[in-house]
């Protein structure tokens, strides 16, 4: 169970580190997304909670690993937030609704 849990951290680092290199380096300051970030944040978020509640439930006391994994998920979550407050990574339609400029007609 701990190799599981292991690997789990692992490929949730790996996550995290790939998403802040494609909205950093990767998108060259285009902060236009199809991605909906704000889902993205409200999805990996929920989903530590609803880990939270489950892994309670089931078992009386967590375990440093499964801690590890639940903030991990949280961090993803709310570097998703932090990505659509801050304008780095913004789907197209909110970016409109923020009152930042369109698209110029030649892309």
């Known amino acids: 169970m701990a190799l599981i849990k292991t690997i789990g ?12 290199y494609y909205a950093l380096h990767v998108k060259n300051g285009d902060n236009q997304t199809s991605l909906d970030v704000m889902f993205c944040g409200t999805f990996f978020t ?16 967590i375990d440093k690993l499964s801690w590890i994994f639940i903030s991990l998920l949280c961090i993803i979550g709310v ?7 801050f304008n780095i990574m913004v789907e197209y339609d909110r970016w409109l609704d923020k009152g930042m400029p369109g698209k110029p007609f030649w892309f």
């Open 9 to 20: 951290i692992l490929a949730q680092l790996g996550l995290l580190i790939l998403i802040n």
């Open 79 to 85: 570097n998703f937030f932090l990505f659509d407050f």
């Open 46 to 61: 929920s989903l530590s909670l609803l880990l939270l509640v489950v892994s309670k439930l089931i078992w009386t006391e």
